[in-house]
């Protein structure tokens, strides 16, 4: 007997359709798993095979041919176990094939018949819906996940014994909802501006980094703040749109790595600790999966200890940065990867960390802190719109009773800065902030009067500024006037987007 099953197939953060094809006949006794099938797939047999034993079914004493069609796409992972074995069951006649023409199933078995949980569960639903399928058999810990993808009816079963009772109108099993965090506790985190004391300077350069999704490098020296700073970004930023907790749940479900069953409702902040390797930054390997930068996506990467990583790491960071998407090209596959992340990197200013201190003495000589500050390349500096040095708090005001501004009165004049920018950008595709804007757009939406090109015609001689750096300045300052509800950039927004290149080039020793 021949039977379809509908099943999908991960390719980047998006799935293409499979159809498991099943066919019993004679001419030998056996399994033959065919369709470009890797060594989990080809694994699934013996699975099968000890999971038929222990809930009471048997293999066919027949050949048994499968088929994973398209055979031309690489298949990977346990998630075909399920839609094989229900394949295998329903060529037995042991269900009705006519029970599987509207479903897509997935899901890995454990030895005992057990159905476990996969990666990428979110992406599969997407895809079902997508090919007209109308309901969707998956393992019970991923239900939630895919439940909230509408217009899909999701039936999450904890045993192979319960999928085939239900395919077979044995087990009645209840549709699963999906999990939605309340607001109010979304909106929390442990971490609040409130809890920094001093840091003006610094916290005005964090407002405006979320305001227009601009990228900062804070230098200085320990114990400064720097990342106690950097970790409180994610609290001022825009909560997510719709379109972006989608985006970004589906990217952490083909990763493995989502925090919750439902949608992601926080902006994701990602740390990689500096001995990363480039692989787990941009993503890939041998089975691949998406890296830091699109873990990141539509949130934070923190880059703490910035010159201790990589050259070759940091390096790789030059694409995503200025086209916020990852192509990852291998021998056997090509996948884009979104990567649109605010990066915030922090260093300290010198090997001993103590330069320009303004207690401590610097113990690192001229070529020491000219070795280490070059460590950070002149293009991968052009990509940060802003570079602040953060200096030590006084004890004096540590001591102040009086808590600084919260982080939720920032977040409000971040998101009417937002607001404005979407009004700016409406209809044009892909451009969301200031930080994203085009060449065209900048002449269109950053013009300055003759004083303001004054200023900046002598900020680019004195520093020394490619002409990316000029762009990125202009970019600031356009989020500062919009901070401020100016329609028109004002000299006053230009001195101080460029006070934000002070390490740049002839500060940094180049």
Known sequence: MFVRIHTAALAGIDALPVTVEVHIGGGGVGLYLVGLPDNAVRESEQRIRAAFENTGERMPGRKVVVNLAPADLRKEGAAFDLPIAVGILAAMERIDPARLEETLLCGELSLDGAVCGVRGVLSLALAA??????????????????AVVEGLEIVGVSTLGEAVGYLNGETPLCSAEPLREPAAEAAAYAEDFADVKGQTR???????????????LLVGAPGSGKTMLARRLPTILPPLTAEEALETTKIHSVAGSLPGAG?????????????????????????PRPGEVSLAHNGVLFLDELPEFGRAVLEVLRQP??????????????????ADFILVAAMNPCPCGYYNHPTRECTCSPGAVHRYMGRISGPLMDRIDMHIEVTPVDPAELQRPAPSEPSAVIRERVVRARELQQRRFAGVGGVRTNARMTPALLRSCCALDAEA???????????????????????VARTIADLAGRERIEPVDVAEAVGYRSLDRESWGR
């Open 129 to 146: 819906r997508a090919a007209g399928l109308r309901r969707m058999l998956l393992p019970a810990a991923n239900a939630a996940e895919a």
């Open 202 to 216: 610094v916290k005005r350069a964090l407002e405006i980094a979320a305001a227009g999704g601009h990228n900062l």
């Open 263 to 287: 949608l992601m409702t926080r902006r994701p902040f990602r740390a990689p600790h500096h001995t990363a390797s480039a692989v787990s930054i941009i993503g890939g390997g041998q089975s």
């Open 321 to 338: 940065l200025e086209e916020r998407r990852i192509a990852v090209s291998r021998a056997r596959y090509r996948i884009d990867y979104p």
């Open 453 to 475: 090109e004054r200023l900046l015609g002598r900020a680019m001689e004195r520093l020394a500024l490619s002409a990316r750096a000029y762009d990125r300045i202009l970019k």
